[in-house]
């Protein structure tokens, strides 16, 4: 909260604030699934939809 005699954060303020929070939530790390992970499958989703396309 800010101290009485100064205005509330502007819109653009918290906003702002949401973004640092959550850049540092991510660089805490604690994810659930490594990033190479998501990475492999979404290359094994590609590789194979391009597969579907090459022979149809």
Same mark, same amino acid.
Do not use: F, K
């Given at each position: 909260?800010?101290?009485?005699?100064?205005?509330?954060?502007?819109?653009?303020?918290?906003?702002? @604030?949401?973004?640092? !929070?959550?850049?540092?939530? @991510?660089?805490?790390?604690?994810?659930?699934?490594? %990033?190479?992970?998501? !990475? !492999?499958?979404?290359?094994?989703?590609?590789?194979?939809?391009?597969?579907?396309?090459? %022979?149809?």
């Amino acid at each position: 909260m800010s101290p009485p005699d100064q205005p509330p954060p502007s819109r653009l303020e918290r906003r702002r @604030n949401r973004i640092r !929070a959550e850049i540092r939530r @991510n660089r805490e790390g604690g994810h659930r699934v490594p %990033t190479w992970v998501l !990475a !492999a499958v979404l290359g094994v989703v590609l590789l194979g939809w391009l597969y579907l396309m090459i %022979t149809s």
